[in-house]
């Protein structure tokens, strides 16, 4: 039986091109500057967002608190919102690295704006250090994959600029909010100091992430990665699944999001299940069980027996997420049997 995993888009196989580039890749030792196929990752990557340069690193969440550590100082506050990753899902490092404190804002929807981040901007004064950085989450992994409207970013960039506070953005799936916009990853990056994006996250490729902004901030972020045990070695290999994932991956992007689509519309129709399809955006649907009688795992335990995978992620929420190695067929299985485990409980009652 074919597993349909929709766990998330973190657990795609390299292509076979990918596997190719791997194999042949050309390295050295990165931690010298010395392998070619890293720079050319890092050179392709800052072009491709704009920014004067990038540095790989093994994974988003490094790239991320990278980015907080060279942003600020410790006791510096960081606004951003509740449910970012940043603060809810990276072990604490924004406090264990870099000593700051999470402003959380709660949104309804996730995503932050300027009425709601300068309430809580503070200038350095005798009694705090005040606010160091604001981070964005773009797409908003757990609102639902929700996108930045650019004239939020823009507004946020032009306030933030004026305020002299940075603004750092966790686009571990900017390429999804970009296609979901229309825009280029130019034009959103534009709207952030630095920008951290994953080749691991719906495009395929097996491991690794960017951190791109201005040289000497990249400058800075390489000694970070470096203290942070970052310093890899000869991950030509590495880099060369992720050339290829940005030449090929984006591409299957716009399907991922048709299928997620197609799911949050079909589970709509599923008696106990809750989800709002006009909420799906990108690649990613949370909806509830609540109306089903089961437990997360009750739910996700059944789906595991009949092939398709999901992850409850809050007490009656789970999460499904599209990536190019599932396609409709699988989502089509997926929505059968979650209808049959759905109308199981019914039977028994
Ligand atoms: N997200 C993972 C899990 O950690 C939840 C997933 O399956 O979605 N920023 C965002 C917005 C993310 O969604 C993730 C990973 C990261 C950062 C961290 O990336 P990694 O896992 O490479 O450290």
Known sequence: MRTADLRSDTVTRPTEAMRQAMYQADVGDDVFGEDPTVNLLERRAAELVGKEAA?????????????????????????????????????????????????????????????????????????????????????????????????????????????????????????????ALGVSLAEIAATADSLTFCLS????????????????FIEEARLMRKALGGGMR??????????????????????????????????????GISVDPAEVETNIVFFDISGTGLTNAEFTGSLREAGVLALGLAPGRIRIVTHQDVDRDDCERAVEVIAATCAGPAIHR
């Open 55 to 179: 540095v790989f690193v093994p994974s988003g969440t490094m790239g991320n608190q990278i980015a907080v550590a060279v942003h600020t100082s410790p006791g510096h506050e960081v606004i951003c919102e509740e449910h970012s990753h940043v603060v809810m899902y990276e072990m604490g490092t924004l406090a264990r690295f870099s000593g700051c404190l999470a402003r959380a804002v709660p949104t309804s929807h996730g995503i932050l704006d300027w009425p709601a981040i300068s309430p809580r901007l503070r200038p350095a004064s005798n009694h705090f250090r005040g606010t160091g950085l604001i981070s964005l989450e773009n797409t908003h992994n757990f609102a639902g994959g929700r996108v930045y409207p650019m004239e939020t970013l823009r507004s946020i960039r032009a306030e933030a600029l004026a305020a002299e506070v940075p603004v750092h953005m966790d686009g571990a799936r900017v390429f999804h909010a970009a296609a």
């Open 201 to 216: 996250k719906g495009l395929g490729a097996p491991v690794g992430s960017l951190l791109t902004g201005d040289r000497h």
């Open 234 to 271: 000869q991950a030509g290999v590495l880099a060369a699944a992720g050339l290829v994932a940005l030449e090929q991956s984006p591409a299957n992007i716009p399907a991922a999001h048709a299928n997620a689509k197609f799911l949050a519309e079909s589970l709509a129709k599923v008696p």
